[in-house]
């Protein structure tokens, strides 16, 4: 029995919540395995950019977590369902080599996209990658972004996301991007119909008070908050975004939650 017996099933952020880098948050594995012995319907919701689904899938389980391919719902799988429903086929695609397999029903081109794709490039982003993405959308591709988070959390630091690139396409172009990633609320109704619950009966966990659990909250879920990761208790200030509840860890939230 839960302390909220409403909540039917979890969403889980990744990067920041269950993990930093290479390392699993402490608790965070046990925290995972412990919603799954209930039987607690779940996914996993991600923006990370520089992984296809399937390696991203190795990388989890590499740290202990129980998941399977088909709990993935990644930025990368929501944008090919969008690219595929508009019926777009020749699509640019700015991502790390690693990430790329998940676009491979697409032709891939560097001249005359119909869509350029914007993710998490990191150190392979260049003046001139940059420019060359710039003038495909001048010339008439339309500008998708997988996410538009401004800083994520590394070991070494906080460190610069996509957003601020898709940002200075957007005022060079004049194009507004789509964004098909958190906290665009396709992506999370995405996840709650593939596990038949009403939005409501779903919480989302996640570090980021606007991508994670303010774009939860805006698509009828509920939202949970963890100190890990990315927080900081400036952006949860500035936000006007408050969560239904908030934690040091997701090891804290889930025994809140689950006790």
Same mark, same amino acid.
């Given at each position: 029995?839960?302390?909220?017996p409403?909540?039917?099933?979890?969403?889980f952020?990744? =990067?920041?919540t269950?993990?930093?880098g290479? $390392?699993?948050?402490?608790? *965070?594995?046990?925290? #995972?395995?412990?919603? /799954?012995? !209930?039987?607690i319907?779940?996914?996993?919701?991600?923006?990370?950019?520089?992984?296809s689904?399937?390696?991203?899938?190795?990388?989890?389980?590499?740290?202990?977590?129980?998941?399977?391919?088909?709990e993935?719902?990644?930025?990368?799988?929501?944008?090919?369902?969008?690219?595929?429903a508009?019926?777009?086929?020749?699509?640019?695609?700015?991502?790390?080599?690693?990430?790329?397999?998940?676009?491979?029903d697409?032709?891939?081109?560097?001249?005359?996209?119909?869509a350029?794709?914007?993710? =998490?490039?990191?150190?392979?982003?260049?003046? $001139?990658?940059?420019?060359? *993405?710039f003038?495909? #959308?001048?010339?008439g /591709?339309? !500008?998708?972004?997988?996410q538009?988070?401004?800083y994520?959390?590394?070991?070494?630091?906080?460190?610069?996301?996509?957003g601020?690139?898709?940002?200075?396409?957007?005022?060079?172009?004049?194009?507004?991007?789509?964004?098909?990633?958190?906290?665009?609320?396709?992506?999370?109704?995405?996840a709650?119909?593939?596990?038949?619950?009403?939005?409501g009966?779903?919480?989302?966990?996640?570090?980021?008070?606007?991508?994670?659990?303010?774009?939860?909250?805006?698509?009828?879920?509920?939202?949970?908050?963890?100190?890990?990761?990315?927080?900081? $208790?400036?952006?949860?200030?500035?936000?006007?975004?408050?969560?239904?509840?908030?934690?040091?860890?997701?090891?804290?939230?889930?025994?809140?939650l689950?006790?």
């Amino acid at each position: 029995m839960t302390t909220n017996p409403e909540l039917q099933a979890v969403l889980f952020d990744l =990067d920041g919540t269950l993990y930093v880098g290479d $390392e699993a948050v402490p608790g *965070a594995v046990d925290a #995972v395995s412990r919603v /799954a012995d !209930l039987g607690i319907p779940r996914r996993y919701l991600t923006n990370t950019t520089r992984f296809s689904r399937r390696a991203l899938r190795e990388r989890l389980v590499s740290m202990g977590f129980p998941v399977e391919e088909d709990e993935l719902y990644t930025a990368s799988v929501a944008a090919t369902y969008w690219l595929q429903a508009r019926g777009f086929r020749r699509v640019a695609v700015y991502l790390p080599e690693a990430a790329r397999s998940d676009f491979a029903d697409f032709e891939i081109v560097e001249e005359s996209p119909e869509a350029v794709v914007v993710g =998490d490039l990191g150190p392979g982003w260049s003046f $001139e990658r940059l420019n060359h *993405a710039f003038r495909q #959308v001048l010339e008439g /591709a339309h !500008l998708v972004a997988l996410q538009k988070n401004r800083y994520w959390r590394t070991p070494e630091g906080l460190m610069l996301d996509a957003g601020p690139l898709v940002a200075a396409l957007e005022y060079a172009t004049g194009q507004t991007a789509t964004i098909v990633g958190k906290p665009n609320g396709e992506f999370f109704d995405l996840a709650v119909r593939a596990l038949g619950v009403k939005p409501g009966r779903a919480v989302l966990i996640g570090d980021d008070i606007e991508a994670d659990v303010g774009g939860a909250q805006r698509a009828g879920l509920r939202g949970g908050l963890v100190r890990t990761g990315k927080f900081r $208790e400036e952006a949860l200030a500035s936000s006007g975004v408050t969560p239904d509840w908030t934690e040091d860890s997701v090891a804290e939230m889930v025994e809140r939650l689950w006790p």
